[in-house]
């Protein structure tokens, strides 16, 4: 898919392209997926979205979520441009505040009350209210919103309530708390080997 960010060519590293296809399959077959990737910090949770967005055309959901400190992925997302400008064209993107109510970061361009497409987390303590989530096809949950036991089940709880039928965890430390926790409930787990 040929993305222009800031009128260049936003350009992905050769494993991002077997994420992606992951991700797809995972929304697609409604499976939880855990990516642990070759590298800390996970900066392509907006083009995985983007990709989830357009493999979700049909379903009767039609949201993502983004859970990740990385603030930039959620300004990528905003400026991203391919046929169309994602973030006005189709697929709006709001925030999500304290009280589980959402912000409009950018508006439809037809359409300025569309709902949003792509909802971004800073915290795993921001859940969108029931209303909202229910919209929600998957969670793209990056790791570094950090593990807290009660924060966790919180979001297991607020998961299970709007029956959200897939989470697509991004883990950097297979030995910490986070993946401890998931492990033996997802469907699938991806790593890459050390190369030699």
Known sequence: MGVTLENAPYELPPTEGTHSLL???????????????PTLRQEYLDRHALEGLYEMMGMDRRAIMIMSRNSDIRDRYEKMVGPFQFSTGRWPLSSVKSDGSLVPKTQHYVTEDAPPAVIYAKWATR???????????????????????ERFEAFERWRAAADIPTVVYYIRDPLGNTYDRIKDEVDSTWMWTKSR
């Open 23 to 37: 991700v797809r399959t995972a929304i697609r077959e409604e499976r939880d997926l855990c990516l642990i990737p």
């Open 127 to 149: 859940l969108p209210n029931p209303e909202h989530a229910q919209a929600i096809q998957a969670v793209l949950y990056d790791e570094n919103v950090g593990f807290d036991e």
